[in-house]
């Protein structure tokens, strides 16, 4: 699937691999049990991916707060079910990347607000550094050394690009 909007590779197979070990480590360093919330779709391959390598009971639920990458601001629906009672339980919101860090701002705020989960962390496979200050634990494999715009491994473009096995620059 070659494209001219998909540029430089930033994270290969074998980079994604090695930072989803490093978050399934400081995870199972932390945890013996949660709650894992994807944000979906974008934190479908990561949450996959994760959830094997953790060494602790888990269950899994969904949410889901469609937005444009990059934007600071988003205020579409929030669409969480409960699946699982997460009251006085740790739960760990898993996304494929913070890029901004709004949404996950909001849907930080949501779940402590309205559902009083006993811990509250995060865990993507990358974060950015023009993020906002989210007040949670973060666990992430990488942090980029800029904000450019990524495809690939959930991120999608015009929600495309989202099943790349690797993680790439946009570009054009």
């Not at 913070?98 to 990358?126: D, F, Q, W």
């Amino acid at each position: 699937m070659i494209n001219k909007c998909i540029g430089e590779m930033v994270l290969g197979p074998q980079a994604i691999q090695e930072g989803v070990e490093a978050v399934a480590s400081q995870l199972n360093e932390q945890f013996t049990d949660a709650v894992l919330i994807v944000v979906v779709p974008g934190g479908i391959f990561f949450a996959a991916d994760l959830a094997r390598l953790l060494k602790f009971e888990v269950s899994i639920d969904y949410i889901s707060c469609p937005h444009e990458p990059g934007k600071r601001s988003n205020e579409s629906e929030i669409v969480y079910h409960r699946n699982i009672d997460v009251e006085g339980k740790d739960v760990i919101v898993v996304d494929d990347a913070i890029e901004s860090g709004g949404t996950m701002k909001r849907l930080v705020h949501y779940l402590s607000t309205n559902y009083r989960p006993r811990s509250l962390s995060t865990a993507t496979l990358l974060v950015k550094p023009g993020r906002v200050e989210i007040p949670v634990r973060q666990h992430f494999g990488y942090e980029m050394p800029n904000d450019d715009l990524l495809v690939g491994y959930g991120l999608p473009w015009e929600n495309r690009f989202r099943n790349l096995p690797y993680v790439s620059k946009l570009v054009g």
